[in-house]
Nanobody, 115 residues
């Protein structure tokens, strides 16, 4: 079993920054993809960014050039640095780990960006 624990959400003004962290523990297959999804009220959950264990990253178009995903494989931790935040970035952000066709999720952390 895999557990994901997120931290770093909060309230910030537009233009500000936040850094999310997600630490994975348990039986983790070394080849995996870790990422961040978000879900705003009344909207579907969407992929924000993901990064493979080899370091290949993908981003949602609307966050490119503002968000940066990174990971520390030794710590089984993934980070999301969010800069130039906009009110439309407001959502619950969920950490995800995908390995061997299984998806594991964190409990979610609220990010609120005020205008």
């Amino acid at each position: 079993q895999v557990q994901l624990v997120e931290s770093g959400g909060g309230l910030v003004q537009a233009g500000g920054s936040l850094r999310l962290s997600c630490a994975a523990s348990g039986s983790i297959f070394s080849i995996n993809v870790m990422g961040w999804y978000r879900q705003a009220p009344g909207k579907q959950r969407e992929l924000v960014a993901r990064i493979s264990s080899g370091g290949t990253a993908n981003y949602l178009d609307s966050v490119k050039d503002r968000f940066t995903i990174s990971r520390d494989n030794a710590k089984n931790t993934v980070y999301l640095q969010m800069n130039s935040l906009k009110p439309e970035d407001t959502a619950v952000y969920y950490c995800n780990l995908r390995a061997r066709a299984y998806d594991y999720w964190g409990q979610g952390t609220q990010v609120t960006v005020s205008s």
